[in-house]
């Protein structure tokens, strides 16, 4: 799959996986909701859902990001037709936005892709990431 069919298969997904890893290198997975800002930023927001912790500086993800700030985001489509699965992957550098118009800008790219925002737009942390790799599969050839 080339670049270009991996950020458009990507960015029309709802969501995706996010992988971190702290200095140790011991992984972490969470499912997230985004926006593709650009071609080769992606955007994630610390949101109201429910969190194990109130700050949110101390999720492990923020953390991870603050230690390590190499990320990987998987997007994937499983079908029992083998032929139309496929996964997107972006490799990229993270960094963490408590404010500023880049994070202004990325939770209006939010608000945009996801109605719930709309209600109560983001006012967390933004995890921005520089996607400096785009790799995917797909099971048609």
């Known amino acids: 799959m ?3 069919e991996c950020r458009s298969r990507f960015a029309a997904e709802r969501h995706a996986y996010l992988a971190t890893a702290d200095r140790a290198a011991v992984p972490h997975l969470v499912p997230v909701t985004f926006a593709v800002v ?5 955007a994630v927001a610390i949101d109201h859902k429910p969190k ?3 700050d949110p500086h101390r999720l492990r993800r923020i953390r991870n990001i603050v230690a390590n700030p190499r990320v990987a985001f998987l997007a ?7 032929e139309r699965l496929w996964w997107v992957r972006a490799d990229a550098s993270a960094r963490v936005l408590d404010g500023g118009d880049e994070r202004d800008r990325a939770v209006e790219e939010l608000i945009e892709r996801y109605p719930q925002y709309r209600a109560a737009p983001p006012a967390g942390p933004v995890l921005l990431a520089r996607v400096d790799r785009w790799t995917g599969w797909s099971g048609r050839t």
Request: hydrophobic share 35%; glycine share 6%; no cysteine.
């Open 76 to 82: 994937d489509v499983y079908d029992e037709d083998w």
């Open 2 to 4: 080339n670049v270009d």
């Open 38 to 42: 650009g071609s080769d930023e992606i």
């Open 52 to 54: 194990r912790v109130a």
